[in-house]
């Protein structure tokens, strides 16, 4: 079958299920919409619109720098990749997951009130607000590296649409393949992850001519082993494989283990709310107390790991603050590198291309 097929078959199953995955609660909602277009928060600045331009401009293909560039090395690019992960670990306390079940627990209870409370005073609105903010502060890192993940998928995906000829785009979709790969034998899962959801985005799995020229053998082998079928089984004995492998080590790189964190939380989550808190004997749950401490315990120590690759400044510096394309500009580049072929194709380049229109407009007021 041709990567084409593959990608269509795996789209839908793939990218839908990071994003139910990474959206269990309420805390973490928000920081999984692509809305950006640059590291800002702008809606559609002038340096996405460079880049666009970049990409439907045949003319200035010579013109056009993106991460292979600055960072020819696949594996090197792992070894930043992995950087940046354990840097924004190690960032994470414990506490910032309680608070965010907190969080979603407030949430929920005030969904369930808000229709039978009255519209709250000035002063009591000013306290919720100070409340709100307080919460957000707490739980800043955690939000701060789930919109990481979300922002490594939308970079993967604007770095190849940038490209306005075939050759080019399967040159760096072969690149985040090889970077993919990379990041799964560190043991970097998260980046693994970022990655794989960004080449199944909507608008790269459509570009179907350039998919068939690309050497998909090793995508495929990674889709397996992040295949989300069966609650991500593959997965889950990949990184039993590497905490096996951590615990026998003699090198720091053999320690890594970088979860695919949205999941983990997850699992956090669902534990924490699936079971009671007290038996039907009403005494306390010590069987669940252990399980969550066990989890958190050992996402302590994956977080202790000291980075044993040089850092360069100048990759890392493009990675974290490199323009990043929305959805609507991210499908417009798209269309430009491969015209839409049916009628639904269609007719969502001519809603995109209105859409991306006002927003130019917009901007120049």
């Known amino acids: 079958a041709t990567a084409a097929t593959n990608q269509n078959s795996t789209h839908n199953s793939l990218v ?13 909602t928000e920081a999984h919409k692509p809305t950006t277009i640059t590291n800002n928060s702008n809606s559609l600045g002038s340096v996405a619109v460079a880049a ?16 292979m560039d600055i960072c ?11 950087a940046i992960e354990l840097e924004r670990l190690s960032h994470i306390g414990p ?23 009255t519209t709250a005073t000035g002063k009591n609105a000013a306290n919720i607000d100070s409340t709100t903010l ?16 979300n922002r490594l998928s939308y970079l993967t995906a604007s770095e190849i649409v940038k490209y306005p000829k075939k050759k080019q785009r399967v040159r760096i979709i072969e690149y985040w393949i090889e970077t993919a790969r990379e990041c799964f034998n560190l043991g970097n899962f998260n980046s693994l992850m970022a990655i794989i959801a960004g080449l199944n985005l909507a608008p790269i799995s459509r570009l179907k001519k350039t998919w068939s020229k690309v050497q998909s053998a090793k995508f495929s082998v ?14 889950r004995s990949t990184l039993k494989a590497a905490m096996w492998r951590s615990e026998g080590a003699t090198e720091e790189r053999e320690r890594i283990i970088i979860p695919f964190f949205s999941l983990f939380v ?3 989550y669902f534990l924490n709310e699936g079971c009671s808190n007290r038996l039907p004997n009403n005494h306390i749950n010590f069987e669940k107390c252990s399980q969550l401490a066990k989890q958190v315990m050992e996402f302590n120590e994956w977080k202790k790991v ?8 100048n990759v890392i510096a493009y990675l974290q603050t490199s323009s990043v394309l929305n959805e609507n500009t991210l499908s417009m580049a798209s269309f430009e590198c491969e015209p839409p072929e049916n009628t639904e194709e269609k007719g969502r380049y001519k809603t995109v291309k209105a859409e991306t229109k006002q927003q130019l407009l917009h901007q120049l007021q």
């Open 16 to 28: 839908g299920c990071v994003k139910s995955h990474t959206l269990h609660t309420s805390s973490l």
């Open 52 to 67: 666009v331009a970049a990409a439907i401009d045949g003319n200035n293909a010579h013109e056009v720098h993106g991460i």
């Open 72 to 82: 020819p090395s696949c594996a090197q690019l792992a070894h930043q990749l992995t």
């Open 95 to 117: 506490e910032e997951f309680v608070q965010a079940f907190a969080k979603e627990y407030q949430h929920n209870i005030d969904g369930k009130s808000s229709t039978t409370t």
């Open 134 to 149: 307080n919460d957000m502060k707490k739980t800043r890192n955690l939000e701060s590296y789930v919109e990481w993940f």
């Open 222 to 235: 990674l889709e397996h082993q992040m295949d989300p079928t069966s609650n991500f089984n593959s997965y």
């Open 266 to 268: 997850k699992d956090l």
């Open 306 to 313: 000291t980075c044993p690759f040089e850092q360069l400044p």
